[in-house]
């Protein structure tokens, strides 16, 4: 059982940067693909970036390539998502997400999910 918290949000100006952060519960976290994911007013839920467990093989949606880094520390179970440049159609409610298999993690089929935080760009 995995239970997920993210923390890092807020409200800043386009161009600022923010630090996401998922604290995991678990003594198995490093058998977990991690994955970010977003959801804006009115829009699906899409996959952000994504990372195995050992943290060498990650994946970018195309938006956020070059702006945004996911890396991961197994030692305090936590999930981290850098993201610089920011612009206002990143505004969403951003969620962590686990699974054992990367590429049901990647589809958003995954076990387990956060809460969400709020990510809001002004212009």
């Known amino acids: 059982q995995v239970q997920l918290v993210e923390s890092g949000g807020g409200l800043v100006q386009a161009g600022d940067s923010l630090r996401l952060s998922c604290l995991a519960s678990g003594r198995t976290f490093s058998l977990y693909a991690m994955g970010w994911f977003r959801q804006a007013p009115g829009k699906e839920r899409e996959f952000v970036a994504g990372i195995r467990g050992v943290g060498i093989t990650t994946a970018y949606e195309d938006s956020v390539k070059g702006r945004f880094t996911i890396s991961r520390d197994n030692a305090r179970n936590t999930l981290y998502l850098q993201m610089n440049s920011l612009k206002p159609e990143d505004t969403a409610v951003y969620y962590c997400?686990?699974?054992?298999?990367?590429?049901?993690?990647?589809?958003?089929?995954?076990?387990?999910w956060g809460q969400g935080t709020q990510v809001t760009v002004s212009s």
């Open positions: 997400a686990a699974d054992e298999r990367f590429a049901s993690m990647l589809n958003g089929e995954n076990d387990y």
